[in-house]
């Protein structure tokens, strides 16, 4: 018998947690199937998508290739449409593409008891940026503080909160803050700011939820005087989204047990 098969692709990806994630699921599931990581860059997307056979299910995308995998996806869910990223690929009929960072930086907020947000702070103007846009605007924010190396690469970000119906700037970190309640940053795993610049965020930056989760802590949160709290938890919510896309081709249905499969995640995840 054809096993079911999947994977991360991305580029770095040795550090993937993802396979420990959706392993976990499948066994709960009863489920025989195959899930791995591959390395894959950008140049090197289209061929390797190419490349699949009929045994493979989906695939789970992590940086460079979000914004790839949405320019290939023939039909996309809302989330993806919003952000132009795409972290999930369904293989069907036709190539479905669907975002599920969103739910998952959502998801891991309320776990952390963080439900309602007004002035929010996001540092990086990204894929993950975007996410996080859509985010806070879905948990009520009405103003948001854009922070990059360079603003100007932010313009998408501000369209995009212009269409949400957001107030946003966008500046360069070093720009003086106002005060927020959250502070959402999206700066890849292992980026270290300088210190004069992490001081003045950090002190009026409020709850610091660092989509970063290797390595723990990050340099931001090495010095960030308030709650930090890793991506661990935005990892594991929008894998539970991915398997609920694989399993039966909708984020928004749950798992049958999904209690048993999500305990079974996170058990896989803090082992």
Sequence with gaps: MTRTRLAVWGD????SRSPQLHDAAYRALGLDWEYSRRRVDAEGFGASLQS???????LSLTMPLKESAHRAADVRDRHAELTGAV????????LHGFNTDVGGIVDALHEYRVTEVDHVRILGAGATAASALVAVSEMGATRVDVRARRPERAAHL??????LGLDAHAAPFDEPPSPVALTVATLPGGSALDAGIVEPLAATGGVLFDV???PWPSSLATVWPGEAVSGLGMLLHQAVRQVRIFHHADPGIPLDDEAAVLSAMREALES
Aim: glycine fraction near 4%.
């Design 12 to 15: 770095p990806i040795a550090h």
């Design 158 to 163: 501000l369209a995009l909160a212009e269409n």
């Design 52 to 58: 699949l056979d009929a045994t493979w299910r989906g």
């Design 87 to 94: 972290n999930t690929l369904l293989f069907a009929e036709r």
């Design 212 to 214: 970063a989760y290797a």
